[in-house]
């Protein structure tokens, strides 16, 4: 069986980018080597990546189309790629119609309905490529409760083509520290001890709800600070500290108290679980769809959208010391091991293959 992965791009990054790279290193620690690498498809391939060794490459170029054909473009493209790779089996982690596993972080629909946000012509193009891709994969591969509902509710997909997969962590990278080196990490953080850090992962603001954690928490005389790792935020405040683009993130989760997140829409969030697995709680909506993953003494939930609510639940965490001590492995509810994830996709790919 040759194996086939299709996404945006093969680099660092975030969402399916960064999970389509998981992939290919499990797949490579599953003897999927030499002559049995994947074939990867992706409009942009970093070659200095060691994940880019671990893979046959095959970029679809798409620069030079406008921006609203390039989706449609890049899946019309692959069918032809992926028949001169002589691929039997595709895992499409972006919007292509010739995946037979299609993987499910996130539905545009879903997304246009959770944010109010008015439906565009290029919205309405997006969603009639998810459902041909829906339509035509043999298996979906939801990555939480919440993507299977919207798919089943909005999209009229039948349950039994659904598969509910919660996505990998890298345990290897994503653990604990014991308590002096958290405190160097705080030191290095320049986090002061008194201070209560509310880490804040995010590279789009709005959309991770700065503006609601703001007004949750203007005025308060706690010592909490809102520590940004990602982008720079467009203006800081008396609670709001920027700390830079973090490459190693596990560390900036070792060092804060907490993780906070006020998303609008967020199918998975695939930081909370990264969090739990370093030691840190979260503060989250009950909206996220790893909070269903994590178990309940490991996050804090507030009602989606409502600032009050949000200020209530982060007093309650940060003034309860209990609520502030690191927490266990064990409050990940599934296993989320690379390996485990990589072999229950191969069941799926291997039952494909000899169905035909």
Same mark, same amino acid.
């Given at each position: 069986?040759?194996?086939?992965?299709?996404?945006?791009?093969?680099?660092?990054?975030?969402?399916?980018?960064?999970?389509?790279?998981?992939?290919?290193?499990?797949?490579?620690?599953?003897?999927?080597?030499?002559?049995?690498?994947?074939?990867?498809?992706?409009?942009?391939?970093?070659?200095?990546?060691?994940?880019?060794?671990?893979?046959?490459?095959?970029?679809?170029?798409v620069g030079l189309?406008?921006?609203?054909?390039?989706?449609?473009?890049?899946?019309?493209?692959?069918?032809?790629?992926?028949?001169?790779?002589?691929?039997?089996?595709?895992?499409?982690?972006?919007?292509?119609?010739?995946?037979?596993?299609?993987?499910?972080?996130?539905?545009?629909?879903?997304?246009?309905?959770?944010?109010?946000?008015?439906?565009?012509?290029?919205?309405?193009?997006?969603?009639?490529?998810?459902?041909?891709?829906?339509?035509?994969?043999?298996?979906?591969?939801?990555?939480?409760?919440?993507?299977?509902?919207?798919?089943?509710?909005?999209?009229?997909?039948?349950?039994?083509?659904?598969?509910?997969?919660?996505?990998?962590?890298?345990?290897?990278?994503?653990?604990?520290?014991?308590a002096p080196t958290?405190?160097?990490?705080?030191?290095?953080?320049?986090?002061?001890?008194?201070?209560?850090?509310?880490?804040?992962?995010?590279?789009?603001h709005v959309r991770?709800?700065?503006?609601?954690?703001?007004?949750?928490?203007?005025?308060?005389?706690?010592?909490?600070?809102?520590?940004?790792?990602?982008?720079? &935020?467009?203006?800081?405040?008396? !609670?709001?500290?920027?700390?830079? =683009? /973090? #490459?190693? $993130?596990?560390?900036?989760?070792? +060092? %804060?108290?907490?993780?906070?997140?006020?998303?609008?829409?967020?199918?998975?969030?695939?930081?909370?679980?990264?969090?739990?697995?370093?030691?840190?709680?979260?503060?989250? &909506?009950?909206?996220?769809?790893? !909070?269903?993953?994590?178990?309940? =003494? /490991? #996050?804090? $939930?507030?009602?989606?959208?409502? +600032? %009050?609510?949000?200020?209530?639940?982060?007093?309650?965490?940060?003034?309860?010391?209990?609520?502030?001590?690191?927490?266990?492995?064990?409050?990940?509810?599934?296993?989320?091991?690379?390996?485990?994830?990589?072999?229950?996709?191969?069941?799926?790919?291997?039952?494909?293959?000899?169905?035909?």
């Amino acid at each position: 069986m040759r194996l086939g992965i299709s996404a945006n791009a093969l680099r660092l990054s975030g969402g399916l980018e960064r999970y389509a790279m998981d992939l290919v290193r499990g797949l490579a620690e599953a003897g999927f080597t030499g002559s049995r690498k994947p074939a990867f498809f992706a409009r942009k391939i970093d070659a200095s990546l060691p994940e880019a060794q671990l893979v046959e490459a095959h970029r679809i170029k798409v620069g030079l189309l406008p921006g609203k054909f390039r989706d449609a473009w890049f899946s019309w493209a692959l069918r032809r790629a992926r028949r001169k790779a002589q691929v039997d089996v595709l895992i499409g982690c972006n919007r292509v119609e010739s995946s037979e596993i299609a993987i499910c972080g996130g539905t545009h629909i879903g997304f246009l309905k959770a944010t109010g946000r008015r439906e565009k012509q290029s919205d309405r193009r997006q969603v009639a490529l998810e459902k041909r891709q829906y339509r035509d994969a043999r298996v979906i591969v939801a990555h939480s409760k919440l993507m299977r509902d919207e798919l089943r509710t909005l999209y009229g997909i039948d349950d039994r083509k659904i598969r509910v997969l919660y996505p990998p962590v890298d345990s290897r990278r994503f653990s604990p520290v014991d308590a002096p080196t958290r405190a160097q990490l705080r030191k290095q953080f320049n986090f002061a001890d008194d201070e209560i850090v509310l880490l804040f992962p995010s590279s789009s603001h709005v959309r991770k709800g700065l503006p609601l954690i703001e007004k949750a928490l203007a005025g308060t005389t706690l010592p909490v600070v809102v520590a940004v790792a990602g982008r720079a &935020p467009d203006k800081l405040s008396a !609670c709001v500290r920027y700390i830079g =683009y /973090a #490459k190693n $993130i596990e560390d900036c989760y070792r +060092a %804060a108290d907490f993780t906070i997140l006020a998303s609008t829409y967020e199918p998975f969030g695939l930081v909370g679980v990264e969090s739990v697995m370093c030691g840190t709680p979260v503060i989250f &909506p009950q909206s996220i769809g790893c !909070c269903d993953a994590i178990a309940d =003494y /490991a #996050k804090h $939930i507030f009602r989606p959208g409502d +600032a %009050a609510d949000l200020r209530r639940v982060v007093e309650q965490a940060v003034q309860t010391p209990r609520s502030r001590e690191p927490v266990s492995r064990e409050a990940i509810l599934y296993d989320a091991d690379v390996s485990v994830h990589v072999a229950e996709l191969l069941a799926l790919a291997n039952d494909i293959h000899a169905s035909r």
